[in-house]
């Protein structure tokens, strides 16, 4: 009997070790592939301070996702995550078709800055839309079989989110209605991690715009009329990037 009980002792601790292993193994993928790739397809500096994610559930956690300014803007963050709920099919991230059940990424914060018609987060889509759209194939990783990694998200949601408008004394925090999306990339059979980007990042630049547009009253009344008067410029000017009335 004490020999079975040590067997058994034996083959928990093991099964305790790799689980452990394998969660840690999973949660160094993702980061990694944050971190790896992310850059290339914002073309700026991003990072992600870590990752976990369990192997039997698929639920894990992105922690700190900081999304750098692109050129020509501030030294500050575009953007930054603080946590990202994530549920993953099992085992779907060792294949090249990568089936997330749901992202949840709550309290998001978002520095909105402008110069005339021009925005950091407009000049961000547009390094995005470009990695979408170009020749440069390694802004998206390929999976072990050489096929490129394609991401099917069945709901995404956003919530709880601000931005705040303008730098220094005149800054303004503002509160982003909530984002909800579903079934991204079901469609056409998975898309890259560009493509996803993309989709997600202009929902999110509409609720930055709606929520600026709102603010352009309180703008004019602490950086002018000229200051309101941009902020509304280029709401229009990203609207018109992607089609929406002007």
Partial sequence: MKTLLVILSIFAALVVAVFLGLQFFLGSIVKSGVNNFAPKITQTKVELADASLSPLSGKGTLTGLTVGNPKGWSDGRAFYLGKVYIDVKPFSIFGDHIVINEIIIDQPEFAYETKIIASNIGDLLKN???????????????????????????????????????????????????????????????????????????????????????????????????????????????????????
């Fill in 128 to 246: 995005i839309e470009a990695a979408t759209g170009g020749g440069d194939k390694s802004a998206d990783p390929t999976a072990k079989s050489g096929k490129p990694i394609k991401f099917e998200v069945k709901h995404f949601r956003m919530q709880n989110a601000k931005v705040t408008v303008g730098l220094g004394a005149a800054a303004i925090p503002l509160p982003m209605p909530p984002i909800e999306l579903n079934d991204l990339g079901t469609k056409e059979g998975g898309i890259t991690p560009s493509q996803l980007t993309f989709a997600i990042m202009r929902s999110v630049t509409g609720s930055v715009i709606g929520a600026t547009t709102q603010a352009v009253g309180q703008l004019g009344g602490t950086m002018g009329a000229a200051g309101g008067d941009a902020v509304k410029k280029t709401g229009e000017a990203i609207k018109g990037l992607f089609g929406g009335k002007k």
